[in-house]
């Protein structure tokens, strides 16, 4: 447990949550901020900063509750559909440095969460050097 995150606090249950499942490796709780209703929060009970930081087993362990709790997320909501974001780093919108992975229903493209690509010509050169450079890192 680190002391001055509010994750560990939850789970070691310091501070309360709205839990909807539990194990014991993940804790999964309805995020406070609730961008449409049932936006759950799966973090893995022992702390690491995100995903980058996580063990291929540890990362397995957790996904394979993410997709057990979307599960039932999307049973309880009806939700037609969903998104599953994982934030790493303050400029990629992560504000709570502990691993989390937001389930968010979807009831309409109108809701309050927007993600947009923008779509670029691919230049397939390019690609592929950077398909060898991820390759061989």
Do not use: W
Request: with cysteine.
């Amino acid at each position: 447990m680190v002391d001055d995150c509010i994750f560990c606090k939850i789970v070691a249950g310091d501070i309360p949550s709205s839990k909807v499942y539990e194990d014991e490796e993940v804790l999964a709780f309805l995020d406070i901020s609730q961008v449409t209703p049932g936006h759950t929060l799966v973090v893995p009970k022992k702390h690491a900063r995100n995903l980058l930081e996580m063990d291929e087993t540890t990362t397995a362990q957790l996904f394979a509750r993410v997709s057990k709790v979307a599960q039932k997320v999307k049973a309880a909501t009806q939700a037609p559909a969903m998104n599953i974001i994982s934030n790493m780093e303050e400029i990629a919108g992560q504000t709570v440095f502990h691993t989390h992975v937001h389930i968010i229903p979807r009831y309409t493209d109108q809701d309050e969460l927007t993600i947009s690509f923008t779509e670029h010509e691919p230049n397939f050169e390019q690609l592929a050097r950077l398909a060898g450079k991820i390759q061989n890192s």
